[in-house]
Structure formats: structure tokens, C-alpha cells
Nanobody, 125 residues
Framework: QVQLVESGGGSVQAGGSLTLSCIAS????????MAWFRQAPGKEREFVSA????????WYGDSAKGRFTVSRDNAKSTMYLQMKSLKVEDTAVYYC??????????????????WGQGTQVTVSA
């Protein structure tokens, strides 16, 4: 019903910046809250940020707070993650997620209905 595709990943040196995009297609009207998660090799998937449909409600994980900014442009069916002051520990595959309604816990992976394939972010020292 809904497809999510991430882009913008790549390699960057520590202290640099990178902006990720997630574009939704299909029945985009069925996408309410959206979120970013990330997963480093051998580690559990970690909540990064989430944003409500209107953008009025925004949440950040502790590791993202103060450095990352989430936004969305519903006219373009796109969510963004602006990442600044990147650290080596930010290296991970970043996943875009979408909720079709009924979201109770924005930071829980299983709450989301749609997922992208992920985009690799590599931060080198």
C-alpha cells in the first residue's frame, strides 16, 4: 500500500553533516507519524526521531537530541533528517518508518507499519 525509500546516505568525516530523505509513494494519505531508526552491525535497532503528520509533535532519541533535526514536507510526501556534528558512533543503516494509525509508542519499532530498505551512513574519524 505504501512504499518508503530512503536516500542521502553516504560517507562523511566526523564533525560533518548529512541530510537523509525518505519519500513515500502509493497510498501516502495512509501515512501519519513517521520516524527514523538506525541499526549498527551487531546492535539492536535504535530510535532516532519521529514526527507527527502536522509536524507539531517531534521526538528525538537521546543520541540525536541537539544534533539532528527531523522535518517533513507533506506536499512532497517526504521526511528529512538533517544530521550535524556527526560522530563515528552515528555509523549505521538508517531506516525510514511510517505509521498507518493507532500509534501508541513512537519509539517502538513494532508500532510502525511501513519501512524503507535503509540507507547506509558511515562516519569516519
Amino acid at each position: 500500500q505504501v512504499q518508503l525509500v530512503e536516500s542521502g546516505g553516504g560517507s562523511v568525516q566526523a564533525g560533518g553533516s548529512l541530510t537523509l530523505s525518505c519519500i513515500a509513494s502509493g497510498q501516502t494519505f495512509d501515512v501519519y507519524s513517521m520516524a527514523w531508526f538506525r541499526q549498527a552491525p551487531g546492535k539492536e535497532r535504535e530510535f532516532v526521531s519521529a514526527i507527527s503528520w502536522s509536524g507539531a509533535d517531534i521526538w528525538y532519541g537521546d543520541s540525536a537530541k541537539g544534533r539532528f533535526t527531523v522535518s517533513r514536507d507533506n506536499a512532497k510526501s517526504t521526511m528529512y533528517l538533517q544530521m550535524k556534528s556527526l560522530k563515528v558512533e552515528d555509523t549505521a543503516v538508517y531506516y525510514c518508518a511510517g505509521d498507518s494509525g493507532g500509534l501508541s509508542y513512537y519509539h517502538i519499532e513494532s508500532e510502525y507499519d511501513y519501512w524503507g530498505q535503509g540507507t547506509q551512513v558511515t562516519v569516519s574519524a
